[in-house]
C-alpha cells in the first residue's frame, strides 16, 4: 500500500481545467490549449506523499529547471512558454508556476547513470549488468562507470515503482527511431549537465529526464530537469566509492523515516508520519543549497 497520505484537492481557477495531481506537481490545461504546470511543495518517499511539505521546495525545484532549460536549450529544445501566471492563480503560485506547450509525451523515464548506485548498483550485484548493459567487475556503491549509461524505466503511477527495462524494450514499447533519439538526447543532455555541475564541485551521479514530441515531429524536453528530484547530486569533495554518498536531496527525509525515532514500519501498511521540523528545515537547506551551488546565485524567492 502506498500513493497519498492524504491526496489534496486541487486548486479552481477560472480558466484552467485541472488534469492531474502527481506526487510533486499539479497539471492544468488553459484556455489556449497550453498545459500550466504548478510544482508543490509536496514531498514524497518511498513511494509514498508525505503528509509534511518542504518549504520553497516547489519553487527550488522550477527555478532550477529553468536555471538548466536556458543552458541545454542549444542541445534540445524545452517546453517552457512563459512563467506568467494565469488570472485568478493564487499568489503562492508564484515562482513555481510554468506554462508549457502540450507534448505527445514518450511513455519512457529517460535516465542517464554515470555513477553506479540506488536501483543500478542492486542490478550490478545479482548479475553485473544494468539495464541489460554489462559492466566490468569490481564496482561498488558510488563507483565512476567506464561511460554514463543510458538506463530507461517505465513511468509508474503515483504509489507505484518505475521499472528498469532493457533497451530492447523500449524499442519494443516506442519503435527504434524513437528509441535511438531517446538515448542519444538522454546522454547527450547528461554530458553537458555533469560537465557543468563538475565545474561548480558537484558530481552528476545519475539523472532522469522525460521527453515529448511537438506537432512537428521535434523532439522536446519536458516535467523537470536536473533537480535535486529528479537527480543524485554529490559534493565532489566527499566523494568516496564503497559507500553512499553525501547528497543534495531528500536523504534527510529517508533517513529519518526509516529511523526508530519515526516509529514508522515501511513494509507495513500504516502511511509515514508528519516529519519533524529539524528534518524539514535541513531538507529545505539542502534543496537550497544545491540550487546556489549550481546557479552561482543566492536563493531570494
Known amino acids: 500500500m502506498s500513493g497519498f497520505v492524504e491526496k489534496p484537492e486541487p486548486v479552481e481557477v477560472p480558466g484552467l481545467v485541472h488534469l492531474h495531481?502527481?506526487?510533486?506537481?499539479?497539471?492544468?490545461?488553459?484556455?489556449?490549449?497550453?498545459?500550466?504546470?504548478?510544482?508543490?511543495?509536496?514531498?514524497?518517499a518511498y513511494d509514498w506523499v508525505l503528509p509534511t511539505p518542504i518549504p520553497d521546495k516547489g519553487k527550488v525545484l522550477t527555478q532550477l529547471s529553468l536555471w538548466w532549460f536556458d543552458r541545454l536549450k542549444d542541445l534540445i529544445p524545452h517546453h517552457v512558454i512563459?512563467?506568467?501566471?494565469?488570472?485568478?492563480?493564487?499568489?503562492?503560485w508564484a515562482g513555481r508556476t510554468l506554462v508549457c506547450r502540450s507534448l505527445d509525451m514518450v511513455p519512457v523515464?529517460?535516465?542517464?547513470?554515470?555513477?553506479?548506485?540506488?536501483?543500478?548498483?542492486?542490478?550490478?550485484?545479482?548479475?553485473?549488468?544494468?539495464?541489460?548493459?554489462?559492466?566490468?567487475?569490481?564496482?561498488?556503491d558510488g563507483?565512476?562507470?567506464?561511460?554514463?549509461?543510458?538506463?530507461?524505466?517505465?513511468?509508474?503511477?503515483?504509489?507505484?515503482?518505475?521499472?528498469?527495462?532493457?533497451?530492447?524494450?523500449?524499442?519494443?514499447?516506442?519503435?527504434?527511431?524513437?528509441?535511438?533519439?531517446?538515448r542519444r538526447a538522454t546522454l547527450d543532455?547528461?554530458?553537458?549537465?555533469?560537465?557543468?555541475?563538475?565545474?561548480?564541485?558537484?558530481?552528476?551521479?545519475?539523472?532522469?529526464?522525460?521527453?515529448?514530441?511537438?506537432?512537428?515531429?521535434?523532439l522536446v524536453l519536458a516535467d523537470e530537469v536536473l533537480t535535486p528530484d529528479s537527480s543524485r547530486f554529490w559534493p565532489a569533495d566527499q566523494w568516496q566509492p564503497g559507500?553512499?554518498?553525501?547528497?543534495?536531496?531528500?536523504?534527510?527525509?529517508?533517513?529519518?523515516?526509516?529511523?526508530?525515532?519515526?516509529?514508522?514500519?515501511?513494509t507495513g501498511e500504516q502511511p509515514p508520519p508528519a516529519l519533524p521540523d529539524e528534518v524539514v528545515a535541513a531538507t529545505r537547506a539542502k534543496y537550497i543549497e544545491a540550487y546556489e551551488l549550481l546557479t552561482g546565485t543566492a536563493w531570494t524567492l
Not at 506537481?25 to 498545459?35: E, I, K, S
Not at 529517460?110 to 544494468?130: D, F, I, K, M, P
Open 143 to 182: 563507483s565512476e562507470l567506464p561511460e554514463p549509461i543510458f538506463t530507461p524505466a517505465t513511468k509508474a503511477e503515483v504509489g507505484e515503482h518505475d521499472e528498469n527495462v532493457s533497451y530492447e524494450e523500449v524499442v519494443r514499447q516506442v519503435g527504434a527511431d524513437t528509441a535511438e533519439r531517446l
Open 243 to 266: 559507500r553512499a554518498q553525501p547528497s543534495y536531496d531528500k536523504q534527510f527525509v529517508r533517513d529519518w523515516l526509516t529511523s526508530p525515532a519515526s516509529g514508522w514500519d515501511r
Open 21 to 44: 495531481t502527481g506526487k510533486v506537481r499539479d497539471l492544468y490545461r488553459n484556455d489556449a490549449g497550453d498545459l500550466v504546470m504548478v510544482a508543490t511543495d509536496r514531498m514524497s
Open 189 to 218: 543532455v547528461y554530458g553537458r549537465a555533469r560537465d557543468i555541475a563538475r565545474e561548480r564541485g558537484i558530481i552528476l551521479a545519475d539523472t532522469k529526464f522525460e521527453f515529448g514530441f511537438g506537432q512537428d515531429g521535434t
Open 109 to 140: 523515464e529517460a535516465v542517464a547513470r554515470g555513477y553506479l548506485t540506488g536501483s543500478g548498483l542492486a542490478e550490478y550485484r545479482q548479475s553485473r549488468t544494468v539495464c541489460g548493459i554489462a559492466l566490468p567487475e569490481g564496482l561498488e
Open 82 to 92: 512563459s512563467q506568467e501566471l494565469p488570472a485568478g492563480a493564487p499568489a503562492d
